[in-house]
């Protein structure tokens, strides 16, 4: 599959912006999966600086500065991606049982240091007994771990309600258990607080996914948005990703950008800016199917 | 004071004093000869001399969670730590090992990792830290010294041995303090000082700053090559190196601030500070100045909003960035703060022969990391006997003794452990070392011994790391013995180590070879700095006229009865409140049918004026200038800074049936004070740009007073007695020996208006501050800032005194009216061309 996305980033100010330091986590990874066609960064008013480097984790990171004057930031992204199916379907029933998988990252961690920077608590995903104990649910003893992350995606999907408003991005994780009302960040979040407070390994990812419009009508443009899932660890199969607000393994729909530990390490863009006041954010996504 | 030894307390501990037969050990004999040859009441002095010492030099730590203000006198006991020379070197070689060990752990896990894939180094010990930055990984570092600061806490534990207890690295605090001890113990004991050949700090300081510098000159290097319109420094131009600090709430501003005197370096916030072209810069009066090396006080994840903690608003955004291309050097690097970390502690003897090829030479107490199975439990069996502390400081736990445990506390603390193994350690009970203390006030001191650690500091040079030849000494001073912090309230202490060389006398002051190396301008100065010190100047100068205000207008209370006073007495109190020493109606309706106070109505308002510390009386408006000060606290000599901190004493103990004589005897106090503070601004400090702006901040407060005062008396009717004019602008002496006659309206207002040879007059304030603007015209593209004051300035040389200097004269208050809207101009336009850099920065995320 070949797809074309645009993200669009406007941050209109009340009081004129002096200096406008951003970096940005927008650039698609090249993965097994996945092959960027091409990238273009797009910003007005236009950058007095501007550098890349490739982070910690590999994702690609923007970096630019603006110094003249303005009232309002536009950053387009606009990208093409292949996308090849990913065997993960059999992983399921066969992936080790779940207790093993978190033997073997405590005993044999030199083994398996490709996971070791996602089994920990961070400051904005905790790890309690609560989520712990949440994560028992579907985690029931010797179930095969991928089975039981597949169990606690579908688990999240059916407990919890999508609800842009019940959420911003400083909710903490235990308002969201609590209130089970959340978007695809909390969910993401909830499910790595879950696994990582049972010692399992796991890691935020950020990307998009395609919309179908309902049938009979055409692809709006812009009703898009960034989307984010969760990327499990089996030391049999590696890396899979499961999608808990869309009930789903994920397969050739999602379009990963960058991943971390959560995500304050890939928000697609952050800034610093001297003076400015108060800001308004309109952001428009279109993910279009080019074949 | 005979028979010291008798009045000590024994224990099974070590002493450091006593040996195991009870005699003094070899070490002590010269001070303990002293102490015995010398009558009790030379003690005492020796003691009282040690504490005015502390307080008049405003040695202070901020505590936090103190309600009683942020300021907090340090505690410093008289006797020091002494420490024979055999032992240092052991503690000195040991101390740089350990440095040197550390920096290698630090490169390599933000490097290549090898610890980690050889299995060395659990990786929970890395990833499960908040210290851990994964924006640092891969950042070069100048001679691979990532380490620059170290600091360690020493113990000594029953068998004479010193042990290490935990790691400092994050921004290693005390040195300052060290060297602060030093100044005033040395001075308590002048002779012994001399006789005992005790090693210096200061060289330590100054290998501190000679690496800095040639670090400093790496990156400007770097800079000149690689960065479009940087030039490579001149010739003997040193690098520009500042000291980071979170400001002045931060619980050890006041080290920063002695150090950043001490050591030269500009004292900055992150505000002072931005990052463009990938280099850091320092935000000045003239412009950007590219920084070269940053000694950071601020944690390292709070460092940078951009890439780090986003939340932060004390850091730069960029640092990391800078750091990245080489840039900075930044002391110790992004993501020292790893190594902070008790867990760490029972892997570095086996990384030591591994990466040094050597034993570690000084062993930390026995550790064991819980999440380590069989670590926890080996914890789990000898509870009793160990101590649980948090694995990494983002845990938050205090120190748990097993011993003090009931059978079910132990049970929750065991269930606790296995929840989450790995955010603990246990550490073995050490029965650490006493030191002698002397314990008590005034008449009652004796002889005590308490529980001592002993913090050790180390530097890194181009040549390996250079260790403080002494340190910060601390006895627990709260009930718990064991545990030992300055944020529980302990006392610090001296440490002396003994030489068998004499010990050259040293001085930080570099040689200057030719008038080339000739400095005639402090190079930097930061808009913030400007601004504090344009506040500074103001608040001096406010202070000084409330209390002129209230001295005469109590004076007037007491010295006349209600017949004798005039209309003149309506407006004294209205100027009180236009002071906000009294309080003012409330909206116009109010204010036009206000009448003064009668005499006891006023007389409590008065004394409340002088002493209520939440009202905006003269005792808050001393703390505002102290609190100014204090954010100047490295610009002002330590003269300057102890009148300071005599005048807020004045006012801080809350007076209880305080009278008017009371109020006037402190008011006449402060009115000495601020004169010397006059006196050092007028004559004391160099006259370069930060004077100016405080001088343009005394002037324009000043001269607003002085239009208010003018335009508020000119308003009064024709009769009223004009003493108290002369007297709250400090002119009465000036006319009385002109002019032997009951002061009248023309001879009055031409002096306060037009005496040109006057400094307490509105023609000499104005013409200073024409001619500082106009200054500022010329070399500071201020863009005409003095045109405005100027044509005031000409339009009162116009001014026909016959004609206009009479009472009620609509020329002449109409002059002090826009007189007084162009100085508040001044001040607004000042702070857009000069101060608005130091605005905050906003962060946001998507």
Redesign the interface.
């Known amino acids: 599959m070949r797809y074309q996305v645009e993200h669009q980033?406007v941050?209109h100010y009340d009081t004129s912006v002096t200096?406008s330091?951003q970096?940005l986590h927008m650039m698609p990874r090249q993965t097994d999966f996945q092959h960027c066609v091409s990238y273009t960064l797009a910003c007005e008013p236009q950058p007095?600086?501007h550098?890349q480097?490739l982070?910690?984790?590999g994702n690609h990171n923007d970096?630019f500065?603006m110094?003249t004057p303005h009232q309002s930031l536009a950053v387009l992204s606009r990208f093409q991606v292949d996308i090849q199916p990913r065997p993960t379907m059999v992983a399921l029933t066969q992936s080790p049982a779940w207790e093993a998988a978190q033997a073997a990252l405590q005993l044999q961690?030199?083994k398996h240091?490709t996971a070791?920077?996602?089994?920990?608590a961070?400051?904005k995903v905790k790890?309690s007994?609560a989520l712990a104990s949440f994560a028992r649910h579907c985690f029931t003893p010797q179930r095969p771990l991928l089975e039981a992350a597949m169990a606690l995606t579908q688990h999240i999907y059916a407990e919890f309600e999508f609800d842009p408003q019940a959420t911003d991005?400083s909710t903490p994780l235990d308002e969201v258990l609590k209130g089970r009302r959340g978007v695809c960040q909390d969910f993401a979040h909830l499910m790595i607080g879950a696994l990582r407070s049972l010692g399992l390994a796991c890691r935020y990812v950020s990307g998009y996914i395609l919309t179908h419009p309902p049938a009979g009508q055409p692809r709006l443009v812009g009703a898009d948005a960034s989307h984010a899932w969760v990327s499990v660890y089996c030391p049999v199969y590696g890396w899979v990703d499961f999608d808990p607000t869309n009930n789903c393994l994920v397969q050739q729909d999602h379009i990963t950008v960058a991943w971390?530990r959560d995500f304050?390490?890939v928000?697609?863009?952050?800034?610093?800016?001297?003076?400015?006041g108060q800001?308004q954010?309109a952001?428009n996504v279109t993910v279009t199917p080019l074949e | 004071m005979p028979s010291v030894l008798n009045q000590l307390y024994f224990s099974d501990r070590y002493n450091e004093l006593l040996d195991s037969a009870g005699q003094a050990r070899p070490h002590w004999q010269a001070l303990l000869a002293q102490l015995e040859s010398e009558a009790p009441a030379t003690m005492r002095k020796r003691v009282e001399a040690v504490q005015r010492q502390v307080r008049d030099n405003g040695v202070t730590y901020n505590v936090y969670a103190d309600t009683h203000g942020v300021q907090r006198p340090w505690d410093l006991d008289v006797l020091p730590l002494i420490i024979p020379q055999d032992e240092w070197q052991h503690i000195s070689a040991s101390v740089a090992q350990r440095a040197t060990l550390l920096n290698h752990v630090l490169l390599d896990v933000y490097g290549e990792q090898h610890l980690l894939t050889s299995g060395q180094l659990p990786p929970a010990l890395i990833y499960g830290h908040n210290g851990f930055l994964p924006s640092s990984v891969g950042i070069p570092h100048y001679d691979n010294i990532a380490l620059h600061h170290y600091a360690v806490d020493l113990a000594r534990a029953p068998n004479g041995q010193w042990w290490v207890v935990s790691d400092r690295t994050q921004g290693p605090t005390g040195a300052g303090y060290a060297l602060e001890n030093r100044t005033i113990i040395s001075s308590a004991f002048p002779e012994l000082f001399r006789d005992l050949n005790i090693e210096r700090l200061s060289g330590f300081f100054a290998s501190m700053r000679d690496s800095l510098a040639h670090w400093g000159h790496r990156v400007a290097d770097n800079q000149a090559r690689t960065v479009p319109g940087i030039a490579a420094l001149g010739q003997g131009e040193p690098p520009l190196v500042v000291i980071l600090t979170p400001g002045p709430y931060n619980e050890t501003y006041h080290e920063q601030s002695f150090l950043a005197g001490y050591l030269g370096y500009p004292l900055v916030q992150g505000s002072d500070l931005t990052v463009r072209q990938g280099v850091v810069w320092l935000k000045t009066i003239a412009g950007l100045k590219p920084v070269h090396a940053i000694l950071r006080r601020i944690d390292d994840d709070y460092c940078d909003p951009l890439e780090l903690n986003a939340e932060s608003l004390l850091g730069v955004a960029g640092l990391t960035q800078a750091a990245r291309l080489g840039n900075v050097v930044i002391a110790n690097a992004l993501g020292a703060n790893l190594l902070q970390s008790g867990a760490l502690l029972g892997f570095l003897p086996h990384i030591c022969k591994s990466l040094l090829g050597e034993p570690l030479r000084m062993p930390s107490v026995a550790t064991w990391w819980c999440g380590e199975p069989a670590a926890l439990d080996y914890v789990i069996a000898h509870l009793d006997d160990l101590v649980i502390k948090p694995a990494y400081p983002q845990v938050r736990s205090s120190p748990i003794f097993g011993e003090d445990l009931n059978p079910s506390q132990k049970e929750s603390l065991i269930a606790k452990l296995r929840a989450q193994p790995d955010h603990y350690i246990a550490q073995e009970q050490v029965d650490i070392s006493h030191a002698p203390v002397l314990i008590g006030h005034q008449q009652q001191t004796h002889l005590g011994s308490l529980a001592v650690s002993l913090r050790v500091y180390a530097f890194a040079t181009p040549n390996g790391y250079a260790v403080l030849p002494g340190g910060l000494s601390r006895v627990a001073s709260g009930k718990d013995a064991r545990v030992v912090t300055m944020q529980r309230g302990g006392t610090s202490k001296d440490t002396w180590v003994l030489s068998h060389d004499s010990q050259p006398p040293f001085s930080l002051l570099r040689k200057t070879n030719s008038s080339q190396d000739l400095v005639r301008e402090n190079a930097y100065l930061s808009s913030r700095m400007a601004e504090n010190l344009f506040w500074y100047g103001r608040y001096s100068v406010r202070n000084l006229q409330k209390a002129m205000m209230l001295r005469a207008t109590i004076r007037a209370l007491v010295e006349y009865t209600p017949e004798m006073r005039d209309g003149e007495w309506k407006t004294m109190q209205s100027l009180c409140q236009w002071f906000d020493l009294l309080p003012s109606p409330e909206d116009e309706e109010a204010l036009a049918s206000w009448q003064p106070w009668t005499d006891d109505d006023l007389e409590p308002l008065l004394i409340e004026a002088v002493f209520s510390q939440q009202s905006s009386g003269l005792a808050t408006s001393v703390q505002q200038l102290f609190q100014q000060a204090f954010n100047l606290r490295e610009r002002i000599s330590n003269d300057h800074w102890r009148t300071v901190n005599v005048l807020s004493r004045l006012f801080i103990t809350r007076h209880q049936h305080a009278s008017l004589q009371d109020a006037l005897s402190h008011i006449e106090q402060a009115i000495n004070h601020f004169v010397t503070l006059t006196g050092f601004a007028m004559d004391w400090m160099t006259r370069d740009l930060g004077w100016r702006f405080m001088s343009l901040g005394r002037r324009i407060e000043r001269l607003q007073f002085m239009c208010v005062l003018l335009s508020r008396a000119i308003a009064m009717p024709q009769h009223s007695n004009l003493e108290w004019l002369l007297q709250v602008t400090n002119n009465l002496v000036t006319y009385r020996a002109r002019y032997a006659s009951q002061p009248e309206w023309l001879p009055v207002l031409d002096l306060l208006l037009m005496d040109a040879n006057n400094p307490n007059s509105v023609v000499f304030q104005m013409k200073g501050l024409v001619k500082y603007l106009e200054e500022m015209d010329a070399q500071d593209n201020a863009g005409g800032i003095a045109s405005e004051l100027n044509d005031c300035w000409q339009a009162l040389l116009q001014l026909d005194p016959d004609q206009c200097f009479t009472v009620g004269n609509a020329t002449l208050a109409a002059w002090l009216n826009q007189t007084y809207a162009v100085t508040l101009n001044l001040s607004d336009r000042l702070s857009l061309r000069f101060f608005s850099y130091a605005s905050p920065l906003v962060t946001h995320r998507q």
């Open positions: 980033t941050y200096q330091q970096l007095a600086e550098s480097r982070d910690f984790f970096y500065t110094l961690a030199t240091l070791a920077p996602f089994i920990y961070t400051a790890c007994e991005i971390g304050s390490d928000s697609p863009m952050r800034g610093v800016v001297l003076g400015g800001q954010l952001v």
